[in-house]
């Protein structure tokens, strides 16, 4: 699979932003989809996940009830809306597909592909 993330941009604190990420080669539907991040100096961190098969979702706790995570089949495209972005938000955002379960979705060297990375800037 290759993973094409886009959106990412400068944005002040308590905007909007909205990365898609363009899948090829392979249908998404057969892999859970998610978004990693890594701010400078920092370790890469989970931020999303949406599953195959039932498409749950799962976030972690700096985000949830801010970020959502979704995606569209036909498109073979997955997306994930942020808002009430925060400076701590910034840090370049990476679309990952793998096939983990249950919590190895959170470790990211669970997941097979990943995008180049978009960079999303929050100024206060």
């Known amino acids: 699979v290759q993973l094409q993330a886009s959106g990412g941009g400068l944005v002040q604190a308590g905007g909007s932003l909205k990365l898609s990420c363009a899948a090829s080669g392979r249908a998404i539907r057969s892999y859970n989809m998610g978004w990693f991040r890594q701010a400078p100096g920092k370790e890469r961190e989970f931020v999303a996940v949406?599953?195959?098969?039932?498409?749950?979702?799962s976030y972690t706790d700096f985000v949830r009830g801010r970020f959502s995570i979704s995606k569209d089949n036909a498109k073979n495209t997955v997306y994930l809306q942020m808002n009430s972005l925060k400076p701590e938000d910034t840090a370049v955002y990476y679309c990952?597909?793998?096939?983990?379960?249950?919590?190895?979705?959170?470790?990211?060297?669970?997941?097979?592909?990943w995008g180049q990375g978009t960079l999303v800037t929050v100024s206060s």
């Open positions: 990952v597909a793998g096939q983990a379960v249950h919590s190895a979705v959170y470790n990211p060297a669970n997941y097979y592909y």
């Open positions: 949406i599953r195959r098969g039932d498409g749950s979702t």
